[in-house]
């Protein structure tokens, strides 16, 4: 019991601190620096590869629970999940615009960042750090009794983590972490989670929005 406690003791501990140091980091930057906000994008990958480095040396994570890899069955199942869940999304878009516009405006020639023409990579980057740290550092403090609030609060996180694109996005980035939450915990798959993730991030600015 001692040694689970101070395990969730560790995990807290440093989601906290890098949480924070993020904030800190963002708050001093805006105020000498006018960086495009997909900068910061980076900057929380980056902050949470050393969370998952920190977390590996400091408490005992094991990579066979953290959804990477998996059976082949398992993962079909997970893309199952996420492409069904990226399907009924891209549905509501497309209803959405049918409704409110009378149309359904598509267009593949969007400006953006390069962050865009890359988006296939970072959001599954994303969603490994998202679950694989994340919410498997919460499933750690939670001592694994409690999945659903482990869910609610890596979601609480993940939407933390986007203060910089304002608190619209920080809503549907909890929302998005909450139903690839609920694909993570069914099939304990991250790459489910990631179709998903993609399809969110990536299509509604093709729809117009």
Request: glycine share 6%; charged share 10%.
């Amino acid at each position: 019991m001692e040694k689970n406690n101070n395990t969730a003791v560790r995990a807290l501990s440093l989601l906290v601190v890098m949480l924070a140091l993020y904030l800190l980091l963002w708050q001093l930057l805006i105020s000498f620096f006018s960086f495009p906000v997909y900068y910061y994008a980076r900057l929380i990958e980056g902050m949470a590869l050393l969370l998952f480095a920190l977390l590996a040396v400091l408490t005992p994570m094991k990579f066979e629970e953290m959804g990477i890899f998996v059976p082949r069955s398992t993962l079909f199942r997970s893309l199952a999940l996420g492409s069904l869940t990226a399907l009924l999304f891209l549905s509501g878009l497309a209803v959405h615009r049918l409704i409110f516009t009378g149309s359904i405006p598509f267009s593949r020639h969007v400006a953006g960042d390069i962050s865009r023409y890359t988006y296939f990579l970072v959001a599954p980057f994303q969603e490994i750090l998202a679950k694989s740290v994340m919410l498997y550092s919460f499933e750690l403090i939670f001592d694994r009794r409690h999945p659903h609030l482990a869910n609610l609060m890596s979601a609480l996180t993940f939407g933390a983590f986007h203060v910089v694109y304002g608190i619209r996005m920080m809503l549907l980035s909890m929302l998005l972490s909450l139903i690839t939450g609920w694909i993570f915990h069914r099939e304990r798959c991250v790459w489910g989670c990631a179709v998903a993730h993609f399809a969110c991030g990536f299509f509604p600015v093709y729809f117009g929005f």
